[in-house]
């Protein structure tokens, strides 16, 4: 009998993978959370039937949420993570040598549970003893940071359940407080080519445009996200994401990247017409 997981991108579509096992199913306090394995992307990870990643294609997602604002920067120590409960973007933080501090802030313990257990290639740096992991709402946790971070990495789930508090005006203002005069924010800003989509992007893009005076918007391809084009929202009180960038400096650290480059982050800010025209739209009402 052929087991194959589906999740509907749209009304009228739907991505499905072949499935030979599943290793878990449990039902937090929040969410539902599973873990199958397939052939094709080997074990991935779901939260109330969502995709969250897989083992073929998370390095995309987590390099390109992660090294961007790391080559433009050009002293990043002390880091907040909200979100991220498989560790993937603690990963690559730590992969840096003068990061200093990361909060991880995530809503669900259960959630890095299960992922320890069973996605050890993203949790692998959890208990590196810079980071300090907080089991809380980061909209709460956030409301008590002033002046705090030199970069703030938003890894939420979809603008909707645990993550739908993470998508707010009020959440990114409290961000722009919580980071130093130079600071960076980073967040998922979903896919714009399904209408239910970029209305979300749309709405996140406009909430942070009110709340940085820098707010720009770049891409990568992940085959597993709905559409496969999926976008990262940059946020800076100061630093511009292609006229800051340092790739002399970046380059010179040698860290080995399967998908970022120095190259392909001044190409991944040169968005499509169609999401170029979605965003101006909000910039102009704005």
Known sequence: MDLWFSEAHSPDVKLSIRVDKQLYSGQSEFQRIDVFHSPEFGRFLTLDGYMMLTEKDEFIYHEMITHPAMAVHPHVRDVLVIGAGDGGVIRELCRYDDVEHIDMVEIDPQVVEVCREYLPKTTCSLDDPRVSIHY?????????????????????????????????????????????????????????????????????????????????????????????HWLFGFASKKYHPLRDLDEKRWNERKLPCWYYTTTLHKGAFYIPAYVEELLRHVEAAD
């Open 136 to 228: 809380e709402d980061g909209l709460k946790f956030i409301r008590r940071k002033v002046d705090c971070y030199d970069l703030i990495i938003v890894d939420s789930t979809d603008p909707f359940g645990p993550g739908e508090g993470l998508f707010t005006r009020e959440f990114y203002g409290n961000c722009s407080k919580a980071l130093r005069e130079d600071g960076i924010m980073v967040n998922q800003h979903e896919s714009p080519f399904y209408d239910e989509d970029a209305v979300a992007c749309q709405r996140a893009h406009k909430r942070i445009v009110e709340s940085f005076p820098i707010a720009k918007v770049y891409q990568a391809h992940i085959p597993t996200y709905p559409s496969g």
